[in-house]
């Protein structure tokens, strides 16, 4: 664009003085001719004088505008150098400095291309009068990229009045094709390194653009180098703290995440980390403040191996994993597992310690309560169970099942026997009632000689159909017997008498810490241990509360009176099961148990 008429005005005092000037001037003309009627002149030189005096006038008026206008330049490249060093986001530079040259070079438009980090090529970045679609597009190419890669490969300057008559460039497509005429452009240095272009041009008048502009300019591209290079540099540093940030994030919320306990210390054994899990396992309140204290802080109570393995993870880089036993202010004592892990920066040197911490505790504790429940279960009973803790190892009163059976005439039949061959003997009766307990899920309470107890519905195995369990193993006992009997010399075959009742029952584990049994303290027990005395050779008798349970699954008949009753149970009445009835079963048991029952006559 061309300049305006107030970059073009004289300064007030000078036009004054050049318009006296002119006035006088036409003053001594007009005097000149009078004089020259009267045969006088004009003292000589007058006029020249006065148009020397005016062609000075001009003179410093025109430097005086010259002056103006650079001072006007420098003081706008000083508010803008402020300005643009005052941001830190590169595209705000860019749009400033594009701004800047417009108003410093007045030219028609202009771009800036910066030399890619990555490729080294130089982009387009901003534009004033021009958009990307003329930049990258060859047939619409309206501006000298020639110019532009030879002012960023020489880090010089060009200036050019005409750049159509240029000998230097007429020969380019884009400036012989479009005629372009004045162009400026100025490399974007720091520490004598181009790091962009800033280009502007005219593509209608020559001489737009003259060496004061381009110094100028120059002088201001210096400046936006720096202040390009130093947003570059800022956002390049945001860049990365926010990735050291996220991935900083990132792994305390992976070791918030981790069950297991975690603490992270320096080389010095300062806390870095503490996740939730390691909280609560020390029992540590939210406000606590477990970070950047020595770890003899957080951890006083851990033993000297624990150190010794600590300074070999720092000094040596060498892994561990220990086993601790520790006492914790209010949580008693504590069993845990800890793994040493050495940390290391991107050199390789020492930068702390991982302490990865499990608390088996909970686990110990569980492992022993299944330890002590598996005296008692039987083993396929036992497989069963996936959590202990489930399991309420305390006396407890409950309803049971109870089944109390003798093997008849034993002590007869041990008299003629050896005491190994009488070992066999019993054994091989005790195993068939253990056998059919265990088969209907009951637990073998106990070996009383020759007699078996067997109770159901415990704390260790609670079943809805624990009556009818108790009876079908009665039964199942009964047919295994005859099964065995089978095979046996005549002489050697006995019977067992069973009892079974139903009602209340206190069950707990009796015994010291080395050697515990279970036990059921109640009528339950009491009152099937009575009616397994009153049972004959093979039978099973039952209580009027087991009758009430599985009268319709059973065959069952009442017994006679006992002529003489045992004191305390003269009320107790008696059924003897006889078989299971066909066609029974849907309405009180499981498929499981019901396959079962179809196998018991």
């Not at 003053?27 to 007058?46: C, E, K, V």
């Not at 400026?184 to 041009?201: F, M, N, S, T």
Request: glycine letters at 6%.
């Amino acid at each position: 664009m061309n300049n305006t008429p107030d970059q073009n005005k004289q300064p007030e005092g000078l036009s004054k003085l050049a318009q006296k000037i002119d006035d006088v001037t036409q003053l001594l003309r007009t005097q000149r001719d009078l004089l020259r009627q009267r045969g006088m002149s004009l003292p000589s030189g007058s006029l020249d004088n006065l148009r020397t005096l005016k062609s000075q006038v001009d003179n410093l008026s025109r430097t005086m505008v010259d002056n103006l206008v650079e001072l006007r330049s420098l003081r706008a490249l000083a508010d803008t150098s402020a300005l643009i060093n005052s941001s830190l986001s590169t595209d705000d530079v860019l749009n400033q400095v594009m701004d800047t040259v417009i108003a410093l070079t007045r030219a028609e438009r202009g771009y800036i291309a910066l030399r890619s980090k990555h490729t080294g090529e130089l982009e387009f970045r901003t534009a004033r009068g021009m958009d990307q679609a003329q930049l990258d597009n060859s047939q619409g190419l309206i501006v000298s990229k020639t110019i532009v890669r030879d002012v960023a490969e020489k880090g010089e300057a060009i200036l050019t009045d005409n750049a159509a008559a240029d000998q230097r460039y007429n020969s380019s497509q884009s400036i012989a094709g479009y005629n372009l005429r004045s162009i400026v452009a100025v490399p974007l240095k720091v520490r004598d390194e181009v790091i962009g272009v800033a280009y502007c041009d005219n593509r209608f008048m020559p001489g737009v653009f003259r060496e004061q502009e381009m110094d100028v300019l120059k002088a201001f591209a210096d400046q936006a180098a720096v202040a390009i290079e130093n947003a570059q540099l800022f956002e390049a540093s945001r860049i990365r703290l926010a990735e050291v940030t996220d991935i900083r994030d990132r792994m305390r919320n992976l070791f918030s995440s981790i069950a297991n306990g975690v603490i992270t210390v320096d080389h010095d054994n300062q806390v870095l980390i503490v996740n939730a899990a390691m909280r609560s396992i020390l029992g540590l309140a939210d406000d606590d403040v477990a970070e950047n204290r020595p770890l003899d802080d957080l951890l006083p109570m851990l033993p000297e191996h624990f150190t010794e393995n600590l300074q070999l993870a720092h000094s040596q880089g060498q892994q561990s994993r220990i086993e601790l036993t520790v006492e914790l202010p209010g949580a008693g004592t504590r069993y845990w597992t800890v793994a040493l892990s050495p940390l290391r920066d991107a050199d390789s040197a020492n930068a702390g310690v991982t302490i990865v911490v499990s608390d088996l505790t909970e686990q110990k504790r569980l492992a022993s309560q299944l330890a002590e429940v598996k005296l008692f279960l039987p083993s396929a009973l036992f497989d069963h169970f996936r959590d202990a803790s489930s399991i309420d190892m305390r006396p407890q009163e409950r309803e049971i099942t109870c089944m109390f059976a003798d093997v008849r005439g034993f002590t007869t039949f041990s008299e003629e026997l050896e005491p190994e061959d009488l070992m066999q003997a019993i054994n091989k009766y005790l195993s068939l009632a253990s056998d059919a307990i265990g088969l209907f899920e009951g637990i073998t309470d106990k070996y009383l000689g020759d007699a078996v107890t067997g109770m159901w519905n415990t704390q260790f195995n609670p079943q809805e159909d624990h009556v009818v369990r108790a009876v079908s193993a009665a039964l199942q006992l009964r047919l295994d017997l005859i099964a065995q009997h089978e095979v046996m010399p005549e002489n050697e075959r006995l019977y067992y008498g069973i009892g079974l009742h139903v009602g209340p029952a206190v069950i707990g584990n009796v015994g010291s810490p080395d050697r515990k049994e279970l036990a059921a303290l109640g009528e339950a027990y009491d009152i099937s241990k009575y009616l397994q005395e009153q049972a004959a050779e093979g039978e099973i008798i039952i209580s009027q509360a087991v009758y009430d349970e599985i009268s319709d699954v059973f065959e069952c008949e009442p017994t006679d009176n006992i002529p003489r009753p045992k004191p305390g149970y003269e009320d107790v009445v008696m059924y003897r099961v006889i078989k299971r009835k066909k066609g029974t079963g849907s309405l009180f048991m499981d498929d499981e148990l019901r396959d079962l029952l179809g196998d018991i006559s």
